[in-house]
């Protein structure tokens, strides 16, 4: 199943190069040359008119778009994934060649239910290009319940909060031009390529620049649970490997990086944070030895390691969840969880720091015993630590996709937070030797002299 799926990608990924050798994106998008629209005339109250205006006053924060909880019950990541993305892909190829779509003024940002103006169908005309909004709906300039609606669809698929309204992120998101959004999907779609991964009846998947874990059963999300995942300078990494235990009341080893750059510098001005954190330093051979004994000033390669013991003040909380890898890496409970509030969640040292991880657990041992969540909380309100290992090991995939496609059709992105999507992407990077009249008897070329011209049915229908 392993080598069969990833030929499948391999195969999508060669008749995406060969389409996009033929020249089909090469035309300039509207995003990039269009000018913005005449100013709306609003009809909104005076109340709504002051709100709009202290919006656009406020002072600006990050454009990273926000990492909202999606309910969908289908996976980000699945046996055809790959196959979507690929088809999206000459969606928005034939959007490329069309001009994209239009560039939104920042008045777009005053709009509001009963609003009226050219803004308005300008914004709708965006919309529907996208499918958020239904083509049958895109003519007209009054901001209604539909536009609304098309607007929370749009946010959904960004991880924006669903307002309904334009705010400063969802404008940003709305004006990233199509040959970007193009280069995320086959960013991603190289990153699947690389993977190693059979999926399962149960498995587990973290998409990092979503911060969102799911929890898979059966072709389903049975769970999907915020996750804290690397900053920008300490990512996480892209991995495949096997949840193999759960660990109730951990200790926590210092990874060596962590020491080096945190520990080191906070014992140099602070003589008193190691025991404060409660934590102790072992020689090679493990024995407890006086930190007041180790040379914190020197930068050389320790000779020491560093634990935590098990509590409330242990940085990976109360559960943690081996899963083998290179990367020493991996699913854990915090003893901070006030960052879940934050939409920005690119906030740890590499490792994934899930919401909920107790109802996780649970989920991880149906089938093991009563490991119910009562039975969960009286364990670790032991304080004792106890490891549990999996009868039966549950894949997991950390991935790194800004574009995907899920069961349902729906294209979502999110932003490329490490700027993986940079690097020359080889679904764009296209082999010119297919001959163009092999792909146009294939079918994948447009054929614009074709003397009957094709119905339109959704601006995006890639079926």
């Known amino acids: 199943m392993l080598q069969s799926t990833g030929s499948r990608v391999i195969a999508m990924r060669t008749v ?63 046996a055809e994934t790959a196959r979507r993305i690929s088809a999206t892909m000459l969606s928005y190829s034939t959007l490329e060649v069309r001009g994209g779509w239009p560039t939104l003024p ?33 003519r007209g300039d009054v901001f209604d319940a539909n536009l609304a609606a098309a607007i929370r669809r749009f946010q959904s698929r960004h991880g924006l909060e669903d307002t309904g309204t334009v705010g400063q992120r969802t404008l940003a998101a709305l004006n990233v031009p199509v040959t970007q ?43 999907r649970h915020a996750t804290i995942v690397g900053k920008p300078d300490r990512p996480s990494p892209q991995l495949t490997t096997h949840l193999t235990a759960v660990n109730l009341n951990p200790t926590w080893t210092v990874p060596l990086g962590i020491l080096k750059k945190d520990i080191r510098t906070k014992m140099r001005r602070d003589p008193g ?15 407890e030895i006086d930190p007041s004994s180790v040379n914190w000033q020197s930068d050389g390669a320790p000779n020491y390691t560093v634990r935590q013991d098990s509590g409330t003040w242990n940085a990976l909380g109360a559960l943690r969840f081996d899963m083998p890898n290179p990367h020493s ?29 107790r109802d996780f657990a649970v989920w991880l041992l149906q089938g093991q015993g009563d490991w119910s969540r009562a039975r969960i909380d009286a364990a670790i309100a032991t304080t004792q630590r ?70 339109q049915v959704s601006w995006l229908d890639s079926q």
């Open 273 to 287: 944070y190691i025991a404060r954190m409660h934590m102790r330093v072992l020689d090679a051979s493990g024995r």
């Open 181 to 223: 959004r193009l280069r995320q999907l086959a960013a991603s779609l190289d990153r699947l390529a690389a993977m190693d991964f059979t999926f399962g009846d149960r498995y587990v998947v973290v998409n990092i620049p979503a911060a969102v874990a799911e929890a898979v059963e059966n072709g389903r999300v049975a769970r």
């Open 386 to 455: 106890q490891d549990i290992r999996l009868n039966r090991k549950v894949p997991v995939a950390w991935v790194y996709l800004t574009g995907w496609v899920a069961r349902d059709n729906v294209v979502h992105f999110r932003d490329d937070i490490y700027n993986h999507d940079t690097a020359p992407s080889r679904a764009l990077v296209a082999d010119l030797r297919s001959p163009r009249d092999e792909l146009r008897a294939s079918g994948f070329i447009l054929q614009s002299a074709d003397p009957e011209p094709i119905r």
């Open 16 to 78: 995406t190069l060969a389409i996009l050798a033929t020249g089909l994106i090469a035309g300039p998008s509207l995003a990039q040359t269009g000018s913005p629209a005449p100013k709306a005339k609003a009809k909104t109250d005076a109340k709504a008119e002051a709100k709009a205006q202290t919006q656009a006053k406020a002072p600006k924060k990050s454009l990273h778009a926000t990492t909202r909880i999606s309910n969908s019950p289908h996976p980000t990541y699945d």
């Open 106 to 138: 920042p008045e777009v940002m005053k709009l509001a239910l009963g609003s009226q103006g050219p803004e308005v169908g300008l914004l709708r005309e965006r919309l529907a290009i996208t499918d958020d909004l239904p083509p049958q709906q895109v």
């Open 329 to 357: 890496v991996y699913l854990h409970d915090t003893n901070n969880r006030s960052l879940f509030n934050a939409d920005y969640r690119f906030q740890s040292s590499g490792c994934a720091r899930l919401e909920n991880p």
